[in-house]
């Protein structure tokens, strides 16, 4: 099962802001999951996928 991210950890894992964060996710660049009205995570592999792209891996 994959590991889930809160947005404050996703940041964290990215080295951005929440607000950053949330910005990828409108744009469609990253991918989120609502796990209920109030709770919306990430995929940690995904987050890795996103960083590898950005890095030319």
Do not use: C, N, P
Not at 20 to 39: A, E, N, P
Request: proline share 0%.
């Amino acid at each position: 099962m994959s590991k889930l991210l809160r947005v404050k950890d996703a940041a964290h894992f990215l080295a951005v802001s929440k607000s950053q964060v949330w910005k990828l996710t409108q744009d469609g660049i990253l991918k989120s999951y609502k796990l209920s009205d109030r709770v919306t995570v990430w995929k940690i592999e995904e987050l890795e996928q996103f960083i590898a792209s950005k890095i030319g891996a």
